[in-house]
């Protein structure tokens, strides 16, 4: 029981730091003071803190536009993230990505892709390298149910099908690509019917509930391990923010469906769990909330204190030497 | 005379041909609201996120009898159906020796400036030059975008109009009158006659700034050749015959650029090449990807301040 409380509380700490993290984030982009697009995970952070908590450093994960709850989950340093995100050179890419594009290539985050669709076949390759490695390690793919639209989506769960690789697709179902409901751009109806039509295995799980997440992902990463072959995971969610941080922006949802959606809250759902089960008490809520709180000052003071790059900083890195 | 913003330019070219011709159909991944209100959701259809698929689907259209526009919106997202634009849309009409027309316009927006990295910012015109069998547009003011967006919806041929990302919210003067630009005719935004500097995208009014900041020490003539393929050679050359002098600005890479190719054009012609008095210079992007933080894009873009480096430089008396 004991463990178990442990893993619970982890479950939550990801969350909650996701959480915060993005918050501080909502607060600096529409102050004006970070530059490009950044799209908000908030709202969604169950999925990558159940998924990510089944996975090592060595298994390598690949992720969306909508990826800094991945780069958390899997272990990412907040400094460098939100160093990135400024534009600084002490940031994971240097300055030279952005929000859109974080990588961690030592803790196994291969990298936030922003074309949609595009990290599905470049996860096929993380998985054909981990099991010609033969070590049981898994790649994961993160992506929307936008993204299951593109050709290079089915391409990608074919080649892993065919392959057997050691691959577990997650879709973030927010059942929105912008403002396009998936409702209407999915022939397939249910996405998981697609999967299945490639002889893929599926699970659909309520993508706010970071125990079910956690819960079907553990099956599904250990069948994986054990070289039973891709496994896919539909996870049904609701992004809070507009499709990216901006104020002239449209958002066409319903607002009583954000309302409806903001009321299943992820992580106030799953702290009001705890608590009835005594797993925590306000108190070391509050412990951790502010330990988090502390951390994303940190990472935040740090970022602001950070140099910017040198423009000729420009010209390195387009080849490896 | 009423203003309006480039993307407003743009959208009352399509609805003024949509109205003349009920067989043309507009695709898009966002809803195009004011065009659905009017023609319906039968021609003007949101899409799934599947750019290869659209533009597809917009060559089986045209084969079979109408008029297709798709909106790729960025041309980073446009890569995505590159096979389609470079293997079909622009040799269908000649591996089929012309046995049928092709009318598509295929718009997607190009450059940098917003911190939007290498993944959301990009001026990649001068390869689809390289492909014959496209015709390629370049529109700079809001005047121009609708007169040659007209045109594009009158031509038999793919279209590929890259509209500048950070030029959508720009206003100026566009008439009420229906008006047409024609393809392959150059503007020239200022008349000159010590140097010529052809400008492309958005750098067509960063060269306006930079011309009228030596105004009265340089006379610069600025010409924006408007579409690039067909390219506006003769008012090109006729300038730098008169000038002798040539600048070329082009916020895409330099390597295999429209830059590199209007050099080209004035080197290669031999007049034009009698008449040059200073080797002719290329104002362009730094062959990088785009990089994210503002000052390193500052750092690869062209602006004013480099453009008058290399209109000052061809003024210089070449050393002996
Ligand atoms: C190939 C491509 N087309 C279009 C876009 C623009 N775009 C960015 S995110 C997005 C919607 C993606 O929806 P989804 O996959 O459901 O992810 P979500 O944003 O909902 O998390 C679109 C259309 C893009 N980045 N890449
Ligand atoms: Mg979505």
Redesign the pocket.
């Known amino acids: 029981m004991q463990s178990d409380d442990k893993v619970l509380i982890e479950l939550y700490t990801t969350m909650l730091t996701i959480r915060r993290f993005e918050e501080r984030l909502v607060r600096e982009v529409f102050a004006g003071n970070i530059p490009g697009f950044v ?1 908000s995970y908030i709202g969604q952070e169950a999925i990558a803190a159940g998924v990510c908590r089944h996975l090592t450093k060595r298994d390598r994960i690949v992720s ?3 990826g800094h709850g991945h780069c958390i989950a899997k272990g990412a340093d907040l400094k460098r993230m939100m160093a990135e995100i400024y534009g600084k050179k002490t940031g994971y890419c240097k300055g030279k990505g952005g929000s859109m594009h974080i990588a961690d290539f030592s803790v196994g985050m291969l990298g936030a892709d ?5 990290g599905l076949p470049i996860s096929t390759g993380a998985a054909f390298a981990a099991q010609l490695e033969g070590r049981g390690d898994v790649a994961a793919v993160f ?6 639209n ?1 050709g290079e989506f089915h391409e990608a769960l074919n080649l892993a099908g065919i392959w057997k690789l050691p691959l577990l697709f997650v879709c ?3 059942q ?3 403002n396009t409901p ?1 409702a209407y751009a999915m022939a397939a109806g249910e996405i998981s019917r697609i999967p299945k039509a490639h002889n893929i295995p599926c699970r659909v799980v309520f993508g706010n509930d970071v125990e079910e997440v956690h819960r079907v992902a553990g099956s599904a990463v250990a069948g994986i391990r054990k070289g039973g072959g891709p496994f896919f995971l539909e996870c049904r969610t609701y ?1 809070w923010h507009k ?1 990216f941080l901006s104020q002239g922006l449209e958002d066409l949802r319903p607002a009583a469906e954000l309302e409806e959606w903001k009321r299943k809250c992820p992580v106030a759902s799953f702290e009001k769990k705890l608590r009835g089960r005594g797993v925590l008490s306000p108190a070391k809520i509050r412990t951790i909330d502010d330990r988090i709180l502390r951390r994303v000052e940190e990472a935040h003071a740090f970022a602001l204190r950070s140099p910017y790059p040198q423009p000729q900083d420009a010209l390195q890195d387009i080849y490896s030497t | 005379m009423r203003k309006i913003t480039y993307d407003q330019a743009a959208n009352e070219a399509i609805q003024e041909e949509f109205r003349k011709n009920p067989r043309s159909v507009h695709m898009s ?1 966002d809803l195009a609201a004011d065009l659905a209100e009017e023609f319906g959701t039968d021609r003007i259809r949101v899409t799934p ?1 599947a ?1 290869n698929s659209l533009v597809g689907a917009a060559i089986g259209l045209a084969g079979s009898g109408f008029r297709a526009v798709v909106n790729l ?2 041309a ?2 446009g890569f ?1 159906a590159l096979d389609q634009m470079m293997n079909h849309a622009a040799k269908i009409t000649y591996m089929f020796g012309g046995q049928a027309k092709f009318p598509i316009l295929i718009r997607m927006t190009v450059g940098a400036g917003f911190s939007g990295a290498a ?2 910012s990009i001026s990649p015109y001068s390869m689809f030059m390289n492909v014959p069998g496209l015709k390629i547009l370049l529109p700079t003011t809001p005047y121009d975008v609708k007169g040659l967006l007209k045109t594009a919806l009158g031509d038999p041929n793919p279209v590929i109009s890259f509209e500048p990302f950070m030029l959508g919210r720009t206003e100026t003067e566009v008439p009420e009158k229906e008006y047409f630009i024609p393809f392959g005719k150059a503007a020239v935004r200022r008349r000159g006659t010590d140097v010529t500097v052809v400008a492309l995208g958005r750098m067509a009014h960063e060269a306006l700034e930079a011309a009228a900041e030596v105004e009265g020490k340089i006379s610069v003539e600025v010409i924006d050749p408007r579409t690039l393929v067909p390219l506006d050679r003769d008012s090109i050359l006729r300038s730098v015959r008169k000038t002798g002098r040539l600048v070329v600005v082009d916020e895409a890479c330099r390597t295999c650029s429209a830059a590199s190719e209007i050099v080209a054009l004035a080197t290669s012609d031999r007049p034009t090449f009698a008449r040059l008095r200073a080797a002719p210079a290329q104002v362009c992007g730094l062959d990088v990807p785009i990089p994210f933080s503002p000052p390193m894009e500052k750092f690869v873009i062209p602006d004013r301040a480099k453009i008058l480096r290399a209109i000052r430089g061809a003024m210089r008396r070449p050393s002996t």
């Open positions: 799209h969306h536009h909508r922003g074309i949609v669709g595009a992506f929307g149910d936008g993204a299951c593109e973030e179902n927010n929105y690509g912008v998936a992004r499709h | 991944t996120i750019e919106r960025m980073t997202f995505v993944e959301h």
